[in-house]
């Protein structure tokens, strides 16, 4: 079978491209651990406002000092609306919502998230800094999207 010169040139590139972003998909995994997530827990979208904890939203303060915060994402807020939680803490999001596909994004922290119905997202975080965050859903959601926040409060 005659492969003319570029094409193989091509075949060449396209089949040595593959091979780089493999090897840095591969990388990334291994040496930076990022991975998709696994081992997420689910939950019934139409029972959030029954199933504990997310019947009751809001922070619960663990032994350790540590914080755990579950947050309901419905249309178009955030529950609880507002929190406060003592500077230096370290906080691990629970989110999920019973209606559509929200966001879940901090702005200056490295929370950022998608609260998905019938699943629990989950992050953390160590607020350092003291002052006023805004809890923002950065995926449209419908027509209040814009209206759709809450605040955290660092102190
Ligand atoms: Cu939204």
């Keep these: 079978m005659h492969v003319d010169r570029y094409e193989r040139w091509w075949l060449t590139f396209g089949?040595?491209?593959?091979?780089?972003?493999?090897?840095m998909i591969g990388?990334?995994?291994?040496?930076?651990?990022?991975?998709?997530?696994?081992g997420m827990k689910t939950i019934d979208?139409?029972?959030v406002a029954q199933t504990p904890p997310f019947d009751k939203p809001g922070a619960r303060r663990l032994p350790d000092g540590s914080y755990e915060v579950?947050?309901?994402?419905?249309?178009?807020?955030?529950?609880?609306?507002?929190?406060?939680?003592?500077?230096?803490?370290r906080v691990t999001f629970f989110v999920t919502s019973p209606d559509v596909v929200?966001?879940?994004?901090?702005?200056?922290?490295?929370?950022?998230m998608m609260a998905v119905p019938g699943w629990v997202s989950t992050q953390s975080h160590r607020f350092d800094r003291a002052g006023?965050?805004?809890?923002?859903?950065?995926?449209?959601?419908?027509?209040?999207?814009?209206?759709?926040?809450?605040?955290?409060?660092?102190r």
């Design 15 to 23: 089949i040595a491209m593959l091979i780089v972003f493999l090897t």
């Design 27 to 38: 990388f990334a995994a291994i040496v930076d651990n990022i991975n998709p997530p696994v």
């Design 45 to 47: 979208p139409t029972k």
């Design 70 to 89: 579950y947050y309901v994402a419905h249309v178009f807020a955030f529950d609880p609306p507002a929190l406060t939680i003592p500077a230096g803490s």
């Design 102 to 112: 929200h966001g879940f994004f901090i702005p200056y922290t490295d929370i950022n």
């Design 132 to 154: 006023e965050y805004l809890l923002l859903c950065h995926e449209y959601c419908g027509i209040g999207h814009q209206n759709m926040f809450a605040k955290i409060e660092v």
